[in-house]
């Protein structure tokens, strides 16, 4: 099994299927992980979502923030701005099983000696307190507490991290 690593897709399905023909990938063999933002910016958002979805266990992601942003807009707790490029799943037919899945995912994948995250790790985190913390969020965000986590994901308080925080 090959694994193939991709960054923001942002809503890019036909560049990423033209690199997946160029590459032979072949789902039944070969694993796509994406490195998050697999929505907004780009034209084919909702395709895009589908398309990965529909690789099944082929296919592993971790959240990024313009999927986290999706999530809250999908909640009620934000709004699209004009920017946005989400209209399409948000009216789709599918919508609830996509945002569901979308949901499920990860914030950090351990893929044999490779630790996948989104932006990166705060220099004064280590791997496991990196693993504890992107643990605990992704159980809130499985959980039917997760409108608190969106309703709290905005903004920049506190501005330094400390091992005493809890909650939101």
């Known amino acids: ?37 697999l929505v907004n910016r780009g034209p084919n958002s909702l395709e895009t979502l589908q398309f990965c979805k529909s690789l ?6 971790v959240l990024g923030n313009h999927d986290l942003h999706l999530l809250a807009i999908s909640k009620g707790v934000r709004s699209a701005t004009p920017h946005d490029s989400l209209t399409s799943i948000l009216s789709a037919p599918d919508r609830e099983e996509l945002l569901n899945w979308l949901q499920q995912q990860p914030l950090l994948l351990s893929v044999g000696d490779y630790t996948v995250v989104h932006a990166g790790i705060p220099p004064q985190w280590d791997l496991l307190t990196t693993q504890r913390l992107a643990a605990e969020v992704s159980a809130v965000l499985r959980s039917t507490d997760s409108d608190v986590y969106f309703q709290n994901m905005y903004g920049n308080q506190p501005s330094v991290w400390r091992e005493d925080l809890e909650g939101p």
Do not use: R, S
């Open 56 to 61: 099944g266990p082929a296919f592993k992601t």
């Open 1 to 37: 099994m090959t694994n193939y690593a991709v960054g923001d897709l942002q809503g890019c399905l036909d560049p990423l299927k033209a690199l997946l023909d160029k590459l032979a990938f072949d789902p039944t063999q070969d694993q796509l992980i994406a490195v998050g933002d």
